[in-house]
Protein backbone atom coordinates (compact mmCIF):
# COMPACT_ATOMS: atom_id res chain seq x y z
CA UNK A 1 0.00 0.00 0.00
CA UNK A 2 1.46 3.47 -0.90
CA UNK A 3 3.10 4.99 2.15
CA UNK A 4 1.86 8.60 1.04
CA UNK A 5 -1.55 7.52 1.35
CA UNK A 6 -1.13 5.46 4.29
CA UNK A 7 0.28 8.48 6.32
CA UNK A 8 -2.37 11.01 5.51
CA UNK A 9 -5.46 8.55 6.15
CA UNK A 10 -3.39 8.28 9.56
CA UNK A 11 -3.10 11.55 9.96
CA UNK A 12 -6.26 11.81 9.14
CA UNK A 13 -7.69 9.25 11.78
CA UNK A 14 -5.37 10.32 14.72
CA UNK A 15 -7.10 13.24 14.59
CA UNK A 16 -10.47 12.72 14.60
CA UNK A 17 -12.48 10.90 16.91
CA UNK A 18 -12.06 7.16 15.90
CA UNK A 19 -7.96 7.56 16.79
CA UNK A 20 -7.83 3.99 17.31
CA UNK A 21 -9.88 2.78 14.05
CA UNK A 22 -6.43 3.03 11.94
CA UNK A 23 -4.24 0.74 14.52
CA UNK A 24 -6.97 -1.83 14.50
CA UNK A 25 -7.40 -2.33 10.90
CA UNK A 26 -4.99 -4.66 9.03
CA UNK A 27 -6.15 -4.28 5.62
CA UNK A 28 -4.22 -4.17 2.10
CA UNK A 29 -7.05 -0.86 0.85
CA UNK A 30 -6.48 2.28 -0.54
CA UNK A 31 -6.53 4.40 2.38
CA UNK A 32 -8.51 7.26 0.10
CA UNK A 33 -11.39 4.24 0.85
CA UNK A 34 -10.91 3.84 4.66
CA UNK A 35 -11.36 7.81 4.98
CA UNK A 36 -14.53 7.27 2.62
CA UNK A 37 -15.65 4.90 4.80
CA UNK A 38 -15.49 7.00 7.87
CA UNK A 39 -17.56 9.76 6.15
CA UNK A 40 -20.27 6.76 5.19
CA UNK A 41 -20.17 4.36 7.79
CA UNK A 42 -22.87 2.21 6.11
CA UNK A 43 -20.26 1.12 3.67
CA UNK A 44 -17.50 -1.22 3.68
CA UNK A 45 -14.42 -0.12 2.84
CA UNK A 46 -13.98 -2.78 -0.64
CA UNK A 47 -17.36 -1.11 -1.74
CA UNK A 48 -16.30 2.49 -1.40
CA UNK A 49 -13.28 2.18 -3.40
CA UNK A 50 -14.99 0.49 -5.97
CA UNK A 51 -17.55 3.07 -5.88
CA UNK A 52 -15.95 6.65 -5.81
CA UNK A 53 -17.16 8.27 -8.82
CA UNK A 54 -15.59 11.16 -10.26
CA UNK A 55 -18.45 13.39 -12.22
CA UNK A 56 -17.71 16.14 -15.15
CA UNK A 57 -20.65 18.16 -14.52
CA UNK A 58 -23.35 18.20 -11.70
CA UNK A 59 -26.27 16.99 -13.84
CA UNK A 60 -24.23 13.54 -13.70
CA UNK A 61 -24.04 13.61 -10.08
CA UNK A 62 -27.39 14.42 -9.25
CA UNK A 63 -28.59 11.70 -11.80
CA UNK A 64 -26.81 9.21 -10.04
CA UNK A 65 -28.65 10.53 -6.88
CA UNK A 66 -31.96 10.20 -8.16
CA UNK A 67 -32.57 14.06 -8.26
CA UNK A 68 -32.19 14.38 -11.83
CA UNK A 69 -31.22 18.40 -12.74
CA UNK A 70 -30.97 20.28 -16.08
CA UNK A 71 -27.46 20.99 -17.97
CA UNK A 72 -26.74 22.68 -21.33
CA UNK A 73 -23.96 24.05 -20.77
CA UNK A 74 -20.57 24.01 -18.19
CA UNK A 75 -22.79 26.39 -15.63
CA UNK A 76 -25.60 25.52 -13.44
CA UNK A 77 -27.46 27.93 -10.68
CA UNK A 78 -29.50 25.92 -9.05
CA UNK A 79 -31.76 26.31 -5.45
CA UNK A 80 -31.08 23.40 -3.56
CA UNK A 81 -34.33 23.38 -1.72
CA UNK A 82 -35.93 22.61 -5.07
CA UNK A 83 -33.82 19.77 -5.44
CA UNK A 84 -33.43 18.47 -1.85
CA UNK A 85 -36.91 19.26 -0.96
CA UNK A 86 -35.19 20.49 2.69
CA UNK A 87 -34.79 17.15 3.85
CA UNK A 88 -31.77 15.69 5.75
CA UNK A 89 -28.93 14.02 3.32
CA UNK A 90 -25.88 12.60 3.31
CA UNK A 91 -23.97 12.01 -0.41
CA UNK A 92 -21.85 9.12 -0.98
CA UNK A 93 -18.34 10.39 -1.21
CA UNK A 94 -17.33 11.51 -5.00
CA UNK A 95 -14.92 13.65 -6.72
CA UNK A 96 -16.09 16.54 -9.37
CA UNK A 97 -14.27 18.16 -12.74
CA UNK A 98 -15.88 21.54 -11.91
CA UNK A 99 -15.94 24.56 -9.87
CA UNK A 100 -18.40 24.93 -6.89
CA UNK A 101 -19.66 27.71 -4.89
CA UNK A 102 -22.37 27.12 -2.32
CA UNK A 103 -24.57 29.80 -0.87
CA UNK A 104 -26.40 29.05 2.64
CA UNK A 105 -29.26 31.39 3.38
CA UNK A 106 -30.43 29.45 5.90
CA UNK A 107 -29.40 25.99 7.13
CA UNK A 108 -26.93 23.94 8.59
CA UNK A 109 -24.75 20.97 8.12
CA UNK A 110 -22.03 19.71 7.31
CA UNK A 111 -19.33 19.10 4.16
CA UNK A 112 -15.67 17.31 3.68
CA UNK A 113 -12.59 18.07 1.15
CA UNK A 114 -9.93 15.23 1.50
CA UNK A 115 -9.54 14.61 4.74
CA UNK A 116 -10.87 18.17 6.64
CA UNK A 117 -14.11 18.27 7.93
CA UNK A 118 -16.48 21.65 7.57
CA UNK A 119 -19.21 22.42 9.14
CA UNK A 120 -21.64 25.09 8.08
CA UNK A 121 -24.57 27.49 9.31
CA UNK A 122 -26.64 29.97 8.46
CA UNK A 123 -25.16 33.16 5.98
CA UNK A 124 -22.09 30.95 5.19
CA UNK A 125 -20.72 30.68 1.42
CA UNK A 126 -17.89 27.71 0.94
CA UNK A 127 -16.17 26.96 -2.54
CA UNK A 128 -14.35 23.81 -4.00
CA UNK A 129 -12.04 22.67 -6.36
CA UNK A 130 -11.78 20.17 -9.28
CA UNK A 131 -10.05 17.10 -8.00
CA UNK A 132 -10.80 16.22 -4.15
CA UNK A 133 -12.61 13.63 -2.39
CA UNK A 134 -15.52 15.41 -1.58
CA UNK A 135 -19.48 14.21 0.15
CA UNK A 136 -22.12 16.99 1.61
CA UNK A 137 -24.64 16.74 4.74
CA UNK A 138 -27.59 18.69 5.59
CA UNK A 139 -29.11 18.19 8.83
CA UNK A 140 -31.70 20.80 8.13
CA UNK A 141 -32.21 22.72 4.83
CA UNK A 142 -34.15 26.17 4.61
CA UNK A 143 -32.66 28.08 1.27
CA UNK A 144 -29.64 27.86 -0.34
CA UNK A 145 -28.17 28.05 -3.92
CA UNK A 146 -25.36 25.92 -5.70
CA UNK A 147 -23.71 27.59 -8.17
CA UNK A 148 -21.27 25.30 -10.88
CA UNK A 149 -19.21 26.06 -13.75
CA UNK A 150 -16.01 24.59 -15.45
CA UNK A 151 -12.95 26.68 -16.32
CA UNK A 152 -13.98 26.79 -19.52
CA UNK A 153 -16.76 28.88 -18.61
CA UNK A 154 -14.58 30.75 -16.33
CA UNK A 155 -12.02 31.39 -19.19
CA UNK A 156 -14.52 32.35 -21.50
CA UNK A 157 -17.03 34.64 -20.08
CA UNK A 158 -14.93 36.09 -16.44
CA UNK A 159 -11.31 36.56 -18.43
CA UNK A 160 -8.48 34.51 -19.70
CA UNK A 161 -6.29 34.84 -17.21
CA UNK A 162 -9.47 34.32 -14.30
CA UNK A 163 -6.58 32.42 -11.62
CA UNK A 164 -4.03 35.20 -11.47
CA UNK A 165 -6.68 37.49 -10.78
CA UNK A 166 -8.39 34.79 -8.55
CA UNK A 167 -5.86 32.90 -7.21
CA UNK A 168 -7.71 31.40 -4.65
CA UNK A 169 -9.60 29.21 -7.05
CA UNK A 170 -6.47 27.39 -7.17
CA UNK A 171 -6.28 26.75 -3.15
CA UNK A 172 -6.08 23.47 -2.17
CA UNK A 173 -8.93 23.79 0.93
CA UNK A 174 -10.43 27.32 1.99
CA UNK A 175 -12.84 27.20 5.12
CA UNK A 176 -16.47 28.20 4.83
CA UNK A 177 -16.49 31.89 5.39
CA UNK A 178 -20.14 33.02 7.69
CA UNK A 179 -21.09 36.43 6.02
CA UNK A 180 -22.53 39.89 8.41
CA UNK A 181 -26.28 40.00 7.26
CA UNK A 182 -25.94 42.97 4.84
CA UNK A 183 -22.55 41.66 3.36
CA UNK A 184 -25.21 38.32 2.90
CA UNK A 185 -27.36 39.96 0.93
CA UNK A 186 -25.04 41.46 -1.32
CA UNK A 187 -24.36 38.00 -2.44
CA UNK A 188 -27.89 37.08 -2.68
CA UNK A 189 -29.03 40.32 -4.96
CA UNK A 190 -26.25 39.00 -7.24
CA UNK A 191 -27.07 35.35 -7.18
CA UNK A 192 -30.90 35.78 -7.77
CA UNK A 193 -29.88 38.23 -10.89
CA UNK A 194 -27.42 35.52 -12.07
CA UNK A 195 -30.48 32.59 -11.60
CA UNK A 196 -32.89 35.43 -13.38
CA UNK A 197 -30.16 35.61 -16.48
CA UNK A 198 -29.72 32.25 -16.19
CA UNK A 199 -33.58 31.47 -16.92
CA UNK A 200 -33.80 34.15 -19.56
CA UNK A 201 -33.17 33.98 -23.46
CA UNK A 202 -30.84 36.87 -23.90
CA UNK A 203 -28.27 36.05 -26.66
CA UNK A 204 -25.68 37.89 -24.38
CA UNK A 205 -26.80 36.23 -21.28
CA UNK A 206 -23.53 34.23 -20.85
CA UNK A 207 -21.29 37.16 -20.91
CA UNK A 208 -24.11 39.09 -18.75
CA UNK A 209 -23.61 35.89 -15.81
CA UNK A 210 -19.58 36.05 -16.39
CA UNK A 211 -19.76 39.68 -15.40
CA UNK A 212 -21.52 38.98 -12.29
CA UNK A 213 -19.76 36.59 -11.17
CA UNK A 214 -16.81 38.66 -11.10
CA UNK A 215 -18.76 41.02 -9.22
CA UNK A 216 -19.31 38.00 -7.10
CA UNK A 217 -15.59 36.57 -6.69
CA UNK A 218 -14.32 40.10 -5.90
CA UNK A 219 -16.32 39.64 -3.08
CA UNK A 220 -15.62 36.22 -1.96
CA UNK A 221 -12.10 37.29 -2.55
CA UNK A 222 -11.92 39.85 0.05
CA UNK A 223 -13.50 37.59 2.61
CA UNK A 224 -11.57 33.89 2.09
CA UNK A 225 -8.54 35.23 0.80
CA UNK A 226 -8.05 38.26 3.86
CA UNK A 227 -8.71 34.52 6.07
CA UNK A 228 -6.32 31.79 3.91
CA UNK A 229 -3.23 30.44 5.61
CA UNK A 230 -1.23 28.81 3.45
CA UNK A 231 1.38 27.81 5.75
CA UNK A 232 -2.08 25.99 7.20
CA UNK A 233 -2.67 24.72 4.28
CA UNK A 234 -2.19 21.23 5.37
CA UNK A 235 -0.24 18.08 4.53
CA UNK A 236 2.67 17.72 2.31
CA UNK A 237 1.22 16.60 -0.51
CA UNK A 238 -1.33 19.05 -0.30
CA UNK A 239 1.49 22.02 -1.08
CA UNK A 240 2.12 19.66 -3.71
CA UNK A 241 -0.79 19.96 -5.35
CA UNK A 242 -1.15 23.52 -4.93
CA UNK A 243 2.10 24.32 -6.35
CA UNK A 244 1.47 21.96 -9.16
CA UNK A 245 -1.95 23.68 -9.97
CA UNK A 246 0.34 26.90 -10.25
CA UNK A 247 2.89 26.18 -12.39
CA UNK A 248 0.49 24.23 -14.53
CA UNK A 249 -1.84 27.27 -14.79
CA UNK A 250 1.53 29.77 -15.26
CA UNK A 251 2.82 27.85 -17.92
CA UNK A 252 -0.23 27.76 -19.76
CA UNK A 253 -0.52 31.57 -19.58
CA UNK A 254 2.89 32.06 -21.06
CA UNK A 255 2.30 29.17 -24.08
CA UNK A 256 -1.00 31.24 -24.61
CA UNK A 257 0.81 34.46 -24.76
CA UNK A 258 3.53 33.19 -26.51
CA UNK A 259 6.56 33.42 -24.29
CA UNK A 260 6.76 29.63 -24.04
CA UNK A 261 6.43 26.65 -27.11
CA UNK A 262 7.02 23.60 -25.68
CA UNK A 263 4.49 21.96 -23.99
CA UNK A 264 5.82 20.77 -20.12
CA UNK A 265 5.62 16.92 -19.19
CA UNK A 266 5.16 15.80 -15.49
CA UNK A 267 9.15 15.80 -15.32
CA UNK A 268 8.97 19.31 -16.08
CA UNK A 269 7.09 20.46 -13.19
CA UNK A 270 8.26 17.38 -11.09
CA UNK A 271 11.81 19.29 -11.62
CA UNK A 272 10.14 23.10 -10.56
CA UNK A 273 8.60 21.69 -7.42
CA UNK A 274 11.97 20.19 -6.47
CA UNK A 275 11.16 16.44 -6.64
CA UNK A 276 11.17 13.16 -7.99
CA UNK A 277 8.42 12.82 -11.00
CA UNK A 278 7.21 9.81 -9.97
CA UNK A 279 6.64 11.14 -6.63
CA UNK A 280 5.16 14.30 -8.28
CA UNK A 281 2.43 11.24 -10.53
CA UNK A 282 1.65 9.38 -6.67
CA UNK A 283 0.76 12.32 -5.21
CA UNK A 284 -1.34 14.40 -7.69
CA UNK A 285 -3.28 10.60 -8.64
CA UNK A 286 -3.83 9.92 -5.11
CA UNK A 287 -4.97 13.52 -4.01
CA UNK A 288 -7.05 14.46 -6.92
CA UNK A 289 -7.77 10.99 -8.72
CA UNK A 290 -6.47 12.12 -11.66
CA UNK A 291 -3.18 11.45 -13.83
CA UNK A 292 -0.84 14.29 -14.75
CA UNK A 293 -0.88 13.70 -18.33
CA UNK A 294 -4.68 14.23 -17.76
CA UNK A 295 -4.85 17.61 -16.00
CA UNK A 296 -2.31 18.67 -19.12
CA UNK A 297 -4.61 17.60 -21.63
CA UNK A 298 -7.58 19.34 -20.01
CA UNK A 299 -5.66 22.26 -19.25
CA UNK A 300 -4.84 21.94 -22.94
CA UNK A 301 -8.59 22.25 -24.24
CA UNK A 302 -8.67 24.95 -21.66
CA UNK A 303 -6.56 26.62 -23.13
CA UNK A 304 -7.39 26.20 -26.64
CA UNK A 305 -10.60 26.90 -26.02
CA UNK A 306 -10.24 30.19 -25.05
CA UNK A 307 -7.73 31.05 -27.74
CA UNK A 308 -10.36 29.83 -29.97
CA UNK A 309 -12.58 32.20 -28.69
CA UNK A 310 -10.72 35.48 -28.08
CA UNK A 311 -8.97 37.57 -30.20
CA UNK A 312 -8.31 36.38 -34.12
CA UNK A 313 -6.08 33.47 -34.01
CA UNK A 314 -5.77 30.93 -36.78
CA UNK A 315 -6.41 27.07 -35.86
CA UNK A 316 -3.44 27.39 -36.88
CA UNK A 317 -1.86 29.62 -34.61
CA UNK A 318 -3.60 27.90 -31.29
CA UNK A 319 -2.40 24.87 -32.30
CA UNK A 320 1.19 26.09 -33.04
CA UNK A 321 0.92 28.10 -29.16
CA UNK A 322 -0.06 25.34 -27.40
CA UNK A 323 2.75 23.21 -28.59
CA UNK A 324 1.88 21.40 -31.86
CA UNK A 325 3.92 21.58 -34.97
CA UNK A 326 1.05 19.99 -37.12
CA UNK A 327 -2.00 21.56 -37.62
CA UNK A 328 -3.63 18.21 -38.22
CA UNK A 329 -2.42 16.92 -34.81
CA UNK A 330 -4.34 19.69 -32.78
CA UNK A 331 -7.24 19.05 -34.77
CA UNK A 332 -6.81 15.25 -34.07
CA UNK A 333 -5.94 16.09 -30.05
CA UNK A 334 -8.84 18.41 -30.28
CA UNK A 335 -11.58 16.23 -31.70
CA UNK A 336 -10.76 13.47 -29.67
CA UNK A 337 -11.02 15.11 -26.17
CA UNK A 338 -14.10 17.45 -27.28
CA UNK A 339 -16.33 15.43 -29.90
CA UNK A 340 -15.81 18.65 -32.41
CA UNK A 341 -13.13 19.57 -34.32
CA UNK A 342 -11.48 23.43 -33.00
CA UNK A 343 -13.66 25.29 -36.17
CA UNK A 344 -16.76 23.42 -35.39
CA UNK A 345 -16.23 24.54 -31.93
CA UNK A 346 -15.78 28.13 -32.65
CA UNK A 347 -18.68 28.14 -34.49
CA UNK A 348 -21.05 26.34 -31.80
CA UNK A 349 -19.28 28.39 -28.73
CA UNK A 350 -20.03 31.98 -30.88
CA UNK A 351 -23.52 31.62 -31.07
CA UNK A 352 -24.07 30.92 -27.11
Not at 227 to 239: A, C, D, I, T, V
Not at 286 to 298: A, L, M, R, V
Request: aromatic content about 14%.
Amino acid sequence: MNRLVISEAKDFLQKSELPNLFKCCKRSDSAIAWIAWILNLDQSPDKVSEEIKFYNKVSELYRDLGMPIAQDVEFTINNLLDIHQGQAYRSPVFRANYYSFVFIKKGHGRYTTDNKVFDYEDRTVYFTNPGHLKSFEFFSLGEAYLVTLSEAFLKKNVHRDVFEQFPFLLAETIPPQKFSEEGFKDLEVLYQQIKKEERGDSPNKYSIIGNLLVVILLKIKAQFWSEYKPLEEGSRSSQIVQGFKQQLEEHYRQLADGQEQVQYKAKDYARMLHIRPTYLSTVIKNKTGKSISQWISEKTIGQAKALLLHGNYSIKEVGYRLGFAETAHFSNFFKKNTGQTPSAFRDTASVL
